[in-house]
């Protein structure tokens, strides 16, 4: 049974640091993603990275202050997210899927729980 289970979130101020993890377990993906959906929006990509770790892809909103890795020996995801702000508000979520490089929902297959981070002005 494959499983993500979310670790982190929380409230911090603009312009502080958040690390959210995704321990993963049942199997391996060829894909690993992060997603956000803030309050009367529509869920967006953030992030992914590919299995092995070579290719990794963010969205604008986020480049350059977040940083997605994985630990092998635990099968954990991470979201690193550096100089945050109000715009960052929003559940965030991990998932896991086959398709490769792939950006949107559809193309992923297993869902967290969904973590909630909010950035203080």
């Known amino acids: 049974q494959v499983q993500l289970v979310q670790s982190g979130g929380g409230l911090v101020q603009a312009g502080d640091s958040l690390r959210l993890s995704c321990a993963a377990s049942g199997r391996t993906f060829s894909n690993y993603g992060w997603f956000r959906q803030a309050p009367g929006k529509e869920r967006e990509f953030v992030g992914r990275?590919?299995?092995?770790?070579?290719?990794?892809s963010y969205a604008d909103p986020v480049k350059g202050r977040f940083t997605i890795s994985r630990d092998y020996a635990k099968n954990t995801l991470y979201l690193q997210m550096n100089t945050l702000n109000p715009e960052d508000t929003a559940v965030y979520y991990c998932?896991?899927?086959?398709?490769?490089?792939?950006?949107?929902?559809?193309?992923?297959?297993?869902w967290g729980q969904g973590t909630q981070v909010t950035v203080s002005s």
């Open positions: 990275i590919s299995w092995e770790g070579s290719m990794v």
């Open positions: 998932a896991a899927g086959r398709k490769p490089l792939g950006q949107t929902q559809s193309d992923y297959d297993y």
